[in-house]
Structure formats: C-alpha cells, structure tokens
C-alpha cells in the first residue's frame, strides 16, 4: 500500500510535468501493436489485476494496480519505469467517466479528446457512449500501451492515443474536451487554465472537468468558470485510497 499511497502524493505528481523525450508519435490501434514493446507489455500485464470492482464505472474493466499486485506493497524504487499513474482509477475520472456512461447524449456522434487518459478509462466511456471519434492524450507512453490494453478488455477496437505534451502545440477542433483529476499541480493548472479558454473560444469546444475538490482546482480561479453538474459519492475502497476524499464532482467550464 505503501506504494500506491505515495504516488498519490501531490508531490510526486510533479515529476508528471517532464517532458517525455522519446514521447511515441500518434498511434492507432492498427499500429499499437509495433509499439508495444512485448517486454513493457507482458510487465504491464503481470503486474496490474484487471478489476471492475471498487469504481463508480463497474461497468468498466481496466488493468489497474491492486492489493492483489506485488508493487502495491514493494518499495516505490523498484518500479522500473516512470510513476505508473495510469495503474489507478483517479476520482475525477471515475466521476467523469460514470457522467458519460450515463449521459450518452453528451457524446454521441462527437469527436472526444481525453485530456491526460491515464488508464483510459474516460475514453472508453466516451467510445461506449457513441462518440464519432476518441483520442486519448498523456505524456506517459506506457499509459498509451494501458489504454490499449484496457480498449481489448472491454470489447473496443482501441482509438488513436497520442502521447505529446499537446498544451504548447497548434489545436484542433474538438467537440468536447474531457478531463479527469487534472488539477493536482498549481503550474499544471494554470497552463491548462489557459489552454482550455483558448479551446473554449477559438472553437467553442466544450469542457468537462472531474474533480474530487483537490485545493489546486478549488483554490483555482478557475472556479469562478464552472457549472456543477453532478457529484458522486465514492466507493468505499476508492475513499480509502485517496485519504479522505469522499466525493468527486463533474464540472462544465463556461467561461
Ligand atoms: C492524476 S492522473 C489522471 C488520469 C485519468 N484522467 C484519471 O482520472 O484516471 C494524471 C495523468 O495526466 C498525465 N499528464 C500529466 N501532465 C500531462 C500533460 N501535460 N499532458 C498530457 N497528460 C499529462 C499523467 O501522465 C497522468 O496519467
């Protein structure tokens, strides 16, 4: 557990914020396969549970980071890759992610970008929705290889994943952006601050934001731009792991 919970630490989630240098191009699922490394991939396998317990999505199966895995209870250090932050099920995402299974409308027919995917888990709620078009973005490609796995276990052909740091480059129209816990850095927060106001009024993309009331979105000014639209109560064992948060909320950004 010891593990688990020091991920979780705000501190650790500035290591996130490097830049990747060897950052896979644009994949789709056609071409996941040359980039899975089969040594990466058959590590990511044997050491995540696939599990649809314990999440506001049971609906959902992912490869996550579980009591049941040795590195839950394993020195942190002896994680050979980055910080496997795409092997947890983040509150926000699961908020965001139980939003969409419940309110297809919202994607149906759209184009869906799943701003810092993670395990993917709010991609493939989209996708299940009826989304037009899914891409999943993180800086981690091993959480690129994840959400391709994850897409098999539930059925999906998986989307195109594009593992750049996309927030200083040119953007293109998305119907809806989506995105789940990204509000844990206070440097993170204010570049996304500015990127989602420009997606918001270049191209009337809309924005839904998932959170479980960490102090760097609810002390953000951010606040000042959100409709709330619902709120959860979270599962017991997802309360436990995220010390004392006890429910997550998803917001719509109107600036
Ligand atoms: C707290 S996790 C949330 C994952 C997922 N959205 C969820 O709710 O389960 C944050 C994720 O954002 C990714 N990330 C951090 N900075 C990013 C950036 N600039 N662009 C894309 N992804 C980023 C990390 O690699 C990590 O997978």
């Not at 317990?53 to 250090?77: N, V, Y």
């Not at 897409?151 to 052909?157: D, I, P, Q, T, V």
């Amino acid at each position: 557990m010891a593990f688990s919970l020091g991920w979780k630490a705000p501190r650790g989630c500035w290591n996130l914020l490097q830049p990747v240098s060897s950052g896979f191009p644009l994949f789709s699922w056609r071409t996941a396969g040359s980039y899975l490394d089969p040594k990466v991939k058959a590590f990511v396998e044997d050491n995540t549970e696939v599990t649809s317990s314990g999440s506001l999505t049971p609906e959902i199966q992912l490869r996550l980071l579980t009591p049941k895995c040795k590195f839950w209870w394993e020195r942190a250090d002896l994680w050979p890759y980055s910080d496997p932050y795409w092997a947890i099920y983040w509150p926000g995402g699961q908020a965001l992610s139980r939003y969409l299974l419940d309110n297809p409308d919202v994607v149906r027919g759209k184009s869906v970008l799943d701003f810092g995917s993670g395990c993917g888990a709010t991609a493939i709620a989209a996708k299940m929705g009826g989304a037009a078009k899914v891409l999943a973005n993180d800086i981690d490609p091993i959480a690129g290889m994840a959400v391709v796995l994850n897409c098999r276990l539930n059925g999906l052909n998986p989307f195109p994943i594009l593992t750049k740091n996309i927030l200083n480059m040119q953007q293109g129209k998305w119907d809806l952006i989506v995105l789940g816990d990204m509000f844990y850095d206070e440097d993170l927060a204010e570049s996304l601050h500015r990127w989602l106001e420009n997606c918001f009024w270049t191209y009337g993309t809309r924005v839904l934001i998932g959170d479980p009331g960490r102090p760097q979105f609810s002390g953000h000014r951010i606040q000042h731009q959100l409709h709330r639209l619902v709120e959860y109560i979270l599962p017991e064992p997802t309360q436990q792991e995220n010390n004392g948060l006890t429910t997550s909320t998803v917001w719509d950004f109107q600036p």
